[in-house]
Structures are given as structure tokens and as C-alpha cells.
T-cell receptor
Framework: TQLLEQSPQFLSIQEGENLTVYCNSSSVFSSLQWYRQEPGEGPVLLVTVVTGGEVKKLKRLTFQFGDARKDSSLHITAAQPGDTGLYLCAGFNTNAGKSTFGDGTTLTVKP | NAGVTQTPKFRILKIGQSMTLQCTQDMNHNYMYWYRQDPGMGLKLIYYSVGAGITDKGEVPNGYNVSRSTTEDFPLRLELAAPSQTSVYFC?????????????????FGPGTRLLVL
């Protein structure tokens, strides 16, 4: 069974602070996705990383895929209240033929 | 495109009642999924389908059934509702892309059905 562990599970910060969320596994993934879920809605894809060591930026969000394609991080610079939500990582393994979701990090950004 | 639609948005059931959660996608995706999400938690896979006529169990299939007679529809059936099935249910569909280097999957989620079993 492939597991994706996300940390921290909960994070509460003040507006303007920086933060990093981690997604770790002992398994290698073909690609890894980050989703954000706002209260009362379904998850929405933020980014997909495919190559080991890849870094992608989405405004104030920076995503990195580990060199060995087993882990990933999401860094948010100068967090805003609109960043509040549940952040989920999901790894896709070609051999297993499916995606595995982490349990998520619940982020609260206070004004 | 409407994407993935789910009905109903909210439902209260009594213990032992049955119901069907509807899910439809208009993106012609082969893969479809049902997840449940308990408060403050991540997604647990209930059932999935790789195409019309093919379904398989996920992590937590007990108490649920599915069918996939068309590409578009993937209903989830609860036969004897129990309080443990109180949750938010998400349906998703996906496409997979593969090139010489890597393969990847993007899942598109519906807005969810909130179910309360009393």
C-alpha cells in the first residue's frame, strides 16, 4: 500500500507569514498533484509536478518535487486569508494505475 | 462544460433507509471515483471505475455499491444507511496523460453531497 504523509496536519498563521507544507512517501510516483479544497467545495487542482527536482510557481505558491520523486513541498509566501483551505497532495503511480491522496493540511490564515 | 455534477447537495436519512447519490460528468473521462470525507480529514476511496461496465473496490467499500452503465454516470448506492456513513461524498472523474517520460492523472471533483444519517 502506498502512503502519502502530509505535515503538518493543521497550521494556523497570521496574514503575511510564510509557510511550508510537506508531502512524503517511501514510494516513487510518476507525477504528483497538489489540490486546494475550500470549505463546502470539492478539491481543485493547483499544479502537477512530473520531473524529479522540478519547481513550479503559481503566484505566491512554490511547489517542488523531490529529486527521487518520493516527496514534495508547497511553500506559500506572504500568506493571505484567501489561502485558507485544505491542501491535498496526490501521487500517481503508473504501475499501480491509480492516485494516492494524502490526508491533507488544513491551513488557516488570520487577518 | 458543466464538469462533474452531483445530486443531491444535502440529504438526511434515517438508519436503515437506502438512497442513491448521483454523479455525472460531461468531459468524456474514462476514470471515475467516489470518495468520502469526514470532518477535518482527507479523502477515502470507496469505489472507482476505469470505464463503462467496469468497477472496483477502493479502501472503504463496505455498505456501498456502484454501477457504471455509461461513460457519463457513476451512481453510488447506500442500501442500509448507518450513522457511520454520515460524511461528505465526492465524485471525481479523471483523464490520464502519458508521454515518453512520465504519466500523470488530473482528477476533477464535483461539489459534494453532504449526508447525515440519524
Amino acid at each position: 500500500t502506498q502512503l502519502l504523509e502530509q505535515s503538518p496536519q493543521f497550521l494556523s498563521i497570521q496574514e503575511g507569514e510564510n509557510l511550508t507544507v510537506y508531502c512524503n512517501s517511501s514510494s516513487v510516483f510518476s507525477s504528483l498533484q497538489w489540490y486546494r479544497q475550500e470549505p463546502g467545495e470539492g478539491p481543485v487542482l493547483l499544479v502537477t509536478v512530473v520531473t524529479g527536482g522540478e519547481v513550479k510557481k503559481l503566484k505566491r505558491l512554490t511547489f517542488q518535487f523531490g529529486d527521487a520523486r518520493k516527496d514534495s513541498s508547497l511553500h506559500i509566501t506572504a500568506a493571505q486569508p484567501g489561502d485558507t483551505g485544505l491542501y491535498l497532495c496526490a501521487g500517481f503511480n503508473t504501475n499501480a494505475g491509480k492516485s494516492t491522496f494524502g490526508d491533507g493540511t488544513t491551513l488557516t490564515v488570520k487577518p | 462544460n458543466a464538469g462533474v455534477t452531483q445530486t443531491p447537495k444535502f440529504r438526511i436519512l434515517k438508519i436503515g433507509q437506502s438512497m442513491t447519490l448521483q454523479c455525472t460528468q460531461d468531459m468524456n473521462h474514462n476514470y471515475m471515483y467516489w470518495y468520502r470525507q469526514d470532518p477535518g480529514m482527507g479523502l477515502k476511496l470507496i469505489y472507482y471505475s476505469v470505464g463503462a461496465g467496469i468497477t472496483d473496490k477502493g479502501e472503504v467499500p463496505n455498505g456501498y455499491n456502484v454501477s457504471r452503465s455509461t461513460t457519463e454516470d457513476f451512481p453510488l448506492r447506500l442500501e442500509l444507511a448507518a450513522p457511520s456513513q454520515t460524511s461528505v461524498y465526492f465524485c471525481a472523474s479523471s483523464y490520464r496523460k502519458a508521454d515518453r517520460v512520465r504519466s500523470q492523472e488530473t482528477q476533477y471533483f464535483g461539489p459534494g453531497t453532504r449526508l447525515l444519517v440519524l
